[in-house]
């Protein structure tokens, strides 16, 4: 498979905000994604600090496309947050050969799981059985194992929503090809791309 690179962005002050500040990072990107066609799938996100009680004060990109990262990295926000002193931005560098893969995955039943996501989708099945006539599905009592995963915030550019991304690490054997959603996440189904387990 062909070379990888990637940059890293960390975050300076000690009391940052850290899934804030990966939302406003991963929303850059997906706009970069969103106004460069050639970009979309194929950078990777990757939270090089992660641990069980905290997402990091790093963020990195990861991609088999050196020039689309370069591009990225340039990105207005990230260059005032640069000068600002808030962050700190990585050359982009080539990725180490022989690291273990990681897989970000985005994981969206997750928030099916939560009770504001309930009472929409039995209101939805509410209105939708008015429409057609039929009998309003009863509300499923679901109660659901997560595995471990961290909360970030992010808004939609579209809709001018807000909204969590829920994510996931999952350890991989071997590397999967350059195959993620427009935010840089591996799915529960077709977007299964790794990254590199690069720590700093």
């Known amino acids: 498979m062909k070379q990888r690179y990637y940059f890293y962005i960390r975050y300076l002050p000690s009391e940052a905000d850290c899934g804030l500040l990966a939302g406003r990072c991963i ?27 905290s997402i990091g004060h790093t963020i990195a990109f990861v991609s088999e496309d050196k020039e689309l990262l370069i591009g990225l990295s340039f ?18 560098s080539e990725a180490p050969e022989g690291a273990a893969e990681v897989r970000f995955v985005r994981n969206q039943t997750i928030g099916k799981s ?3 996501s309930k009472k929409r989708r039995m209101k939805r099945s509410m209105i ?37 991304l829920h994510v996931q690490k999952e350890h991989v054997g071997e590397r999967v090809r350059a195959s993620f ?9 077709d977007k299964r791309g ?5 720590h700093f």
Do not use: C
């Open 75 to 92: 990105q207005p926000y990230f260059s005032v947050m640069k000068e600002e002193e808030l962050f700190e931005l990585s050359a982009v």
């Open 114 to 116: 939560f009770i504001g």
């Open 194 to 198: 790794t990254v590199p387990d690069i």
């Open 128 to 164: 939708r059985a008015e429409q057609t006539g039929a009998e309003p599905l009863p509300e499923a009592d679901e109660e659901r194992e997560v595995e471990h995963f961290h909360r970030i915030p992010i808004s939609s550019g579209s809709s001018m929503q807000d909204f969590i």
């Open 27 to 53: 929303s850059q990107m997906h706009k970069f994604m969103v106004n460069n066609k050639q970009a979309m799938n194929q950078i990777g996100v990757n939270f090089p600090s992660w641990r069980v009680d």
């Open 181 to 189: 959603n427009s935010y840089g996440f591996a799915t529960n189904q």
